[in-house]
């Protein structure tokens, strides 16, 4: 069955991998390389984003209760996609981030492993190479994918990036509109170049249980 991709409010990037994948290593092992972003949303954008999820969540949290045992059904918690923003003293900002992923490489049911990029887009649609960096703003297209954690026995559900455009490039330095985006006034980038493989083309033979 074919996902259903969503698109996100106009909000700011936080702590952008997008032109290259996140592989840092911790304790000494190399992490999956993986294209993230958070973005961070107020007001009634952030809550147009939370209806979108939450139901989601619910269900994922739903099929989780009907597959337990019922001695761990009780145990049961739901995890959500994001979270609210904290200041450096740990004050509430009124803002929330939402986490988005997708691996750099997905293996197939059938064993073959495929290399994916996340497609980045100008506010007029025209495919982009400039670099991303935290606080531009952006809107960014999204499938989710249901998951169970039995070791913490959380149920939620990971959002998994399909493609991102850039309204407002922050210095530091496929089609738009099959994923939701629309032509907007804003940033243009240099160059028009053909996009190249993404994650769209594989969801369909994808075997990839990780979770945030």
């Not at 929330?96 to 887009?121: H, M, S």
Request: contains cysteine; aromatic residues 10%; charged residues 30%.
């Amino acid at each position: 069955m074919a996902r259903t991709r969503f698109t996100t409010p106009k909000g700011e990037a936080v702590y952008p991998w997008l032109n290259v994948p996140d592989s840092r290593v911790f304790n000494g092992t190399p992490s999956r390389p993986a294209y993230k972003v958070s973005l961070r949303l107020e007001g009634d954008d952030a809550e147009t984003l939370k209806k979108i999820i939450d139901p989601v969540v619910e269900e994922s949290y739903q099929k989780a209760l009907e597959e337990a045992k019922p001695a761990d059904k009780k145990k049961i918690t739901k995890a959500y996609p994001y979270g609210e923003e904290y200041d450096e003293a740990g004050n509430e900002t009124g803002a929330y981030l939402f986490k988005f992923k997708q691996n750099a490489e997905l293996k197939t049911r059938t064993g073959d492993v495929i290399k994916v990029n996340v497609p980045l887009f100008d506010s007029k649609k025209k495919v982009m190479t400039e670099d991303i960096y935290g606080g531009s703003t952006i809107k960014v297209a999204f499938s989710t994918r249901p998951y169970f954690m039995a070791s913490t026995k959380s149920a939620g559900i990971s959002c998994d990036l399909s493609a991102v455009q850039v309204l407002e490039l922050s210095a530091g330095r496929a089609a738009a509109g099959a994923f939701g985006f629309g032509e907007e006034d804003g940033f243009e980038g240099a160059v028009e170049v053909k996009a190249t493989e993404t994650s769209e083309s594989a969801f369909e033979e994808i075997d990839d249980d990780d979770e945030f």
